[in-house]
């Protein structure tokens, strides 16, 4: 492993540009330098990789201890465009990792949607379902009056407003709970 502050590369993170040489030893900048000296580079090509943000993440670089013809500007261009599609790549993959989490947070709201859904129908239906029961056994009843039956037949459409209300309210608050995990504010009347 090679310490950062001595290689090439982290002079490219600096100042951000290609560097290529074909014979450090006949090179009038690299000939002296620390880099090749120390590692015994004769040959070297690195260009910078970045971000889509323009950060910079890193180097593409061939070394080699023989030196070799690199003042090709084709093969310069071949590497620089391998380079940004190593940043492309890089950009695919963290908007996948992001949109997987996305996914994952709304599976996970959905589900805990489900279960309140569940859980508010429920205890709802326990609420109601003594009310709906005795209005059923006096609807059906062979003893009650009209006027009785006027009455139950109140108390029923009540039931189904008080239902349907309710059912309101519970859409409204999933709503508020959807556009709270979309990064949405809430509607004021809500």
């Given at each position: ?54 950060s910079f993440f890193g180097t593409l670089c061939a070394i080699d201890?023989?030196?070799s013809e690199l003042d090709d500007p084709a093969l310069l261009k ?57 209005v059923y056994l006096l609807r059906t009843s062979r003893t009650i ?46």
């Amino acid at each position: 492993q090679l310490e950062l502050e001595s290689t090439i590369c982290n002079e490219i993170r600096q100042h951000q540009r290609p560097v290529v040489f074909g014979h450090a030893s006949e090179d009038p900048h690299y000939r002296q330098h620390h880099t090749p000296k120390q590692y015994g580079l004769e040959s070297y090509l690195s260009v910078p990789i970045f971000r889509a943000d323009g950060s910079f993440f890193g180097t593409l670089c061939a070394i080699d201890s023989r030196s070799s013809e690199l003042d090709d500007p084709a093969l310069l261009k071949t590497i620089e465009l391998l380079a940004e599609l190593i940043g492309r790549q890089l950009e695919i993959e963290q908007d996948l990792e992001t949109s997987r989490n996305r996914l994952i947070a709304a599976e996970r709201s959905s589900e805990l949607r489900e279960q309140v859904i569940a859980a508010a129908e429920r205890d709802i239906r326990d609420l109601f379902q003594p009310i709906i029961t005795g209005v059923y056994l006096l609807r059906t009843s062979r003893t009650i009056n009209v006027d009785d039956r006027d009455i139950v037949g109140q108390i029923e459409e009540c039931c189904e407003q008080i239902s349907l209300r309710l059912r309101g309210k519970l859409d409204r608050a999933y709503e508020r709970m959807d556009d709270h995990a979309a990064g949405q504010p809430a509607p004021a009347n809500a």
